[in-house]
């Protein structure tokens, strides 16, 4: 059948459209593939020209820079410095053991260090850069860069690493930071990837330790392109890490930088603490030691001399050690008893140098005996018959009560290592942990300071501190994170009655600034600054019934360790009180005589923000006093005195 003309026409249209649109198509398909001919051929000939080579990309994870830590007034306390490293990657470099062997022609590296290199990448995934050498010097690390054809998988890196301007000064605030370890892995649940890195630092011990979250940032990365023998050919492109947050402390420099230096080599440890916001001004332990070995890599001698050293350097002595408080503890024991009406301001107990327990004699420290004592002077004289006394009215539950009330028995929650809660017995915890009933003896020990008290001179800070102001005093190491102010915390009413808080106070002015107190040689004469205080010497041996007949044996015909330990704990001004002071001088015999100086001197030093003027000793000291200042080692600046920020 013939088809019409108009058939005809409109087939052809059809065909017509569809082969325009299938070569459009076509044509299109060849434009495509003739761009990318050419971006392949030409613009990126270099990029495959290197891929037919066998070259990988690899990506590498960038350590961040570890967050600093600085004073209450932004000095430097932990920063970074830069550190000249060399690392191996296995999978790039081949034969490890070789290539480890031509590194150590050309910088130091003894087998024990090729060993543990080898040994590290064994235990790692071969795409993880291992550490063989940090803290080279310059020449060492041209020499390797120059080198760095010959040694395939090696990189030559500049990266950061901690160190501490004021060594000593606050290693047992800050801590230090080390390697990460296998026990340090294991005890998390899933570590940051940036852990695994051999040799990747960690905070280890105090403030490092606990707030290594925020501190160590978080990772960075960058793509490498490696040749076929593991050289580096180019970086690709990186992203930076995060740092890790900016920590200020509440502590002053130039006051911890004092009270180290005035501690010297003491076996001893000091706090000093703002009585209004808490805020710790101060917090040392003596001896101390350079945490920067310890980043650098300690030696076996250098740590056995930390760990055989008989004045333990490498303890916390302000808040992991535990003392009993001596007669610093008088004062819990005198608000216990007012509190509890067993005693009245006016009442005396008469003190013959002695009190009688069955068989037992409970002696006081003045042989001879005080005669009658009133509060104020029980104090003022540190008579402990007239405390055998109230301690026997109150009973161990009231007093332990009140020394948990004033900041005693108490792990306070700082970010430090092995904070210690020290001991508040009662009658139940004697059952529990020792299996006998508590007896009216380890009330009268209890009631000056012995027995199965302790406490430590963070602890008798805070106690101190609440005695001063009546309110719930709580410690604060950290001022701010990231700018970000921490919360000041208590400061509530103890609900402790005020005369009766006055009564105690006027005991501890009397004990510095009356004469006959205990202190008295202590006193400061500056009438702005003038403290409040109290001595404690805290036995650490028996003295049995025949050494008391044949007459005691004095402290310093003892050996060192058998000898007391010396407490005492300030605050001043005695008017307006603005700083807490506790000093604990292992086996420094007495408080009055070695820890009351220290306390004194460390208490003008916060008052005044520097070395206070002379005219605030007594004259008979002032040429002690400048002589002394002359031999202490001094480095930090002075801070302005102390202001409280409490709203």
């Known amino acids: 059948m013939r088809r019409s003309p108009k058939d005809t026409a409109e087939s052809a249209r059809k065909i017509t459209r569809r082969a325009l649109l299938l070569g459009t198509a076509q044509t299109a398909v060849i434009a495509v593939l003739g761009l990318r001919m050419h971006e392949m051929q030409v613009d990126q000939a270099d990029n495959f020209r290197l891929l037919a080579e066998e070259n990988r990309i690899n990506i590498r994870l960038i350590p961040p820079a570890r967050g600093l830590i600085h004073d209450r007034n932004g000095a430097l306390i932990a920063g970074n410095e830069q550190n000249y490293r060399v690392v191996i990657t296995r999978e790039d470099a081949g034969d490890v053991e070789e ?162 230096a005035r501690l010297g080599e003491e076996s001893a440890a000091a706090v000093a603490m703002d009585v209004e916001t808490g805020d710790i001004l101060g917090i040392v332990s003596s001896p101390s030691y350079d945490p920067n070995m310890f980043v650098r890599g300690i030696s076996g001698p250098e740590y056995r001399a930390l760990m055989e050293h008989d004045h333990r350097p490498m303890a916390n002595k302000a808040v992991q050690g535990t003392y009993p408080p001596g007669s610093t503890f008088k004062m819990v024991v005198a608000l216990a008893a007012l509190e509890a009406g067993v005693i009245s301001p006016e009442e005396t107990v008469y003190c013959r140098g002695h009190t009688e327990l069955g068989n037992r004699r409970f002696h006081c420290w003045k042989r001879g005996g005080h005669g009658s004592m009133g509060l104020i002077e029980s104090l003022q004289h540190s008579c402990d018959v007239y405390y055998y006394e109230i301690a026997q009215r109150v009973g161990i539950e009231k007093i332990s009560e009140m020394g948990r009330r004033l900041g005693m028995g108490i792990a306070h929650d700082l970010p430090m290592s092995a904070v210690a809660e020290g001991l508040m017995p009662t009658k139940d915890w004697k059952v529990t942990n020792r299996g006998v009933d508590w007896q009216v003896g380890d009330t009268f020990n209890s009631g000056i300071g012995q027995g199965f008290v302790l406490a430590s001179p963070l602890q008798l800070a805070v106690m101190t501190a609440r005695v001063a102001t009546g309110r719930a005093i709580v410690p604060r190491l950290v001022r ?168």
């Open 99 to 260: 290539v480890l062997h031509r590194l150590a022609r050309l910088i130091p590296l003894t087998p024990e260090d090729i060993e543990r290199t080898l040994a590290e990448a064994r235990k790692h995934s071969a795409f993880v850069p291992i550490t063989v050498a940090d803290r080279l010097d310059w020449e060492d690390f041209s020499r390797i860069a120059v080198n760095a054809p010959a040694l395939p998988g090696v990189t030559p890196e500049v990266g950061l690493s901690r160190f501490y301007p004021m060594k000593g000064d606050f290693t047992h605030v800050v801590g230090y930071v080390g390697p990460a370890s296998d026990y340090d892995l294991a005890r998390m649940e899933n570590p940051d990837p940036l852990l695994l890195i051999p040799r990747f630092q960690i905070g280890k011990l105090g403030l490092e330790a606990k707030l290594e979250d925020r501190l160590r940032g978080s990772a960075g990365t960058k793509r490498i392109e490696v040749n076929a023998v593991g050289r580096v050919m180019r970086e690709l492109d990186r992203q930076e890490g995060q740092q890790g947050a900016r920590v200020q402390l509440t502590c002053d420099m130039g006051l911890q930088n004092y009270m180290q």
């Open 480 to 647: 701010s994170i990231d700018g970000v102010e921490e919360p000041i915390l208590g400061g509530e009413s103890l609900g402790l009655d005020e005369n009766q808080l006055r009564l105690v106070r006027r005991g501890m002015h009397a004990v510095v600034n009356a004469r006959g107190g205990t202190a008295y040689g202590a006193r400061v004469v500056d009438d702005a600054m003038v403290m409040a205080g109290k001595s404690g010497t805290s036995q650490v041996r028996n003295i049995t019934a025949a050494e008391r007949a044949a007459g005691v044996v004095s402290n310093d015909q003892l050996p060192w360790n058998r000898r007391d330990h010396a407490l005492f704990v300030s605050y001043g001004p005695y008017e307006a009180p603005r700083v807490a002071v506790s000093v604990v001088v292992e086996h420094g015999s007495g408080g009055s005589g070695v820890a009351g100086p220290i306390a004194r001197d460390v208490l003008l030093q916060a008052l005044s923000g520097g070395l206070p003027p002379l005219t605030a000793y007594p004259e008979n000291q002032r040429d002690k006093i400048e002589e002394q200042r002359s031999l202490m080692p001094l480095i930090a600046p002075d801070a302005g005195p102390v202001t409280s920020t409490r709203a």
